[in-house]
């Protein structure tokens, strides 16, 4: 957790990755830490690197798509620091799927066919793509595990009216399509992701990150055809292998399981792949940056200064 004494500084909130300040009403300051969760548990040791990675890829893919819809993002003063416009959340992740893998292939295997509302064609194996990408909700858990939720159940309830829910599917689609995009230019699929969302006023943003190796999965392209074929796992950067090694070790963040040791050589394995994949996605060698968290600090307060968020 990070501890900085920023101006006017009004709430803060330590996430499972993320420490957020707000500052006043109208300005978040975001801290990519280094900590890392799976089954919405924080694992017990930090991931070098991990934050400046996943700030550094957000702040990217966020500029990259930023004629498709309006996003938070203003600066990002320090390697895994970010400042921007702070929204009113929607309650929900908006998960979106183009190929049967992780939790879509899970429930798949358990015979389901019915995911977030959304009906499954019979035949598909594992990794197959399905016909047209699928959304498939959750709720927006502060505490405990996200819940998978139809389309109908958010606009009953009222969590999005449907006026809303229909530009953030739409939203979602397009920033879904712009991610496969420049994956595919890197040599990467970009297999499943989620986005969430808020509002300033009658304005919906995208809120947080995107495309990173924390919300996104992303398989190699280069022999895609032939693991499939061969039914091989696929040649993946994300965080699923941290997850899958999780569940070889009986842990999947039920009651009673234990998180399995890490020890200093799977650390930094997982620090290694998630760098691979900043280099991979951005096509840039990534440069460690080791900063204070004085010298982190002062680099947010000048920041605030230059967008006025401070007077």
Known sequence: MTNLQLPQQS???SGKVRDVYSIGNEWLVMIASNRISAFDVILPKPIPYKGQVLNQVAAYMLNKTADICPNWLVST????????????????????????TGHAWRTYKEGKRILCGVPLPEGLKENNYF???LITPSTKAEEGHD????????????????????????????????????????????????YEFGKIGDTIYLMDEIHTPDSSRYFYADGFEERLANDQPQQQLSK????????????????????PEMGDDWIQTISNRY???????????????????QETEQRIIEALKAVGATD
């Open 11 to 13: 709430n803060f909130y």
């Open 77 to 100: 003063p320090a390697p895994n620091a970010a400042i921007g416009k702070r929204c009113v959340p929607f309650k929900v992740e908006m998960v979106i799927r183009g190929n049967l």
């Open 240 to 259: 699923e292998f941290v997850r899958e090694w999780l569940i070889a070790n009986n842990f999947m963040g039920k009651a009673g399981q234990t998180v």
């Open 131 to 133: 016909h047209s990408p």
């Open 147 to 194: 819940e998978d939720i139809s389309r109908e159940e958010i606009i009953s309830k009222g969590i999005v009216s449907e006026e809303d829910y229909q530009i953030l599917e739409e939203y979602t689609r397009a920033l879904f399509q712009r991610g496969k995009e420049l994956a595919a230019k890197r040599g990467l699929i970009l297999v499943d992701t989620k």
């Open 275 to 293: 760098i691979e994949l900043y280099e991979q996605l951005i096509g840039e060698k990534f440069v460690p940056e080791n900063l204070t968290d």
